[in-house]
């Protein structure tokens, strides 16, 4: 009888299941990796949308104390926020800005000022 060369069906299946694992591990990283930078991107626009409050609170010449809470559109989404503004010590005001999407909370600021 002759030797014959090439792979046999058991080694052929072995090969297949190797490389379909190895598909899946990459494919499965790739989904993660995607889902990650959706995360960071909502943390980055929420940290804009945050800033943006932040800095209206500082140069507003009346800001009342207690809660308030409002939405705001950016790059296409709808961002909730709420802002408490409570007195401290030595006439200073303590600002707490939180900003969140459908998703969850995607960022949040706290600064101080001077009471208006």
Known sequence: MAERSGFTLIELLVALAVFSLAAMALLNL??????????????TLGGVVAENLAVEAM???????????????????QWR??????????????????????????????LFRARP
């Open 81 to 110: 926020w709420t802002r408490s503004v409570h007195a401290v010590e030595a006439g200073m005001v303590r600002i707490d800005i939180a900003v969140s999407t459908e998703e969850g909370q995607a960022a949040d600021r706290v």
């Open 59 to 77: 140069i507003d010449p009346v800001l009342a104390e207690g809660e308030t809470d409002g939405a705001v559109p950016l790059a296409g989404r």
């Open 30 to 43: 790739s989904g993660e990796n995607t889902r990650s930078a959706a995360r960071v991107e909502t943390r």
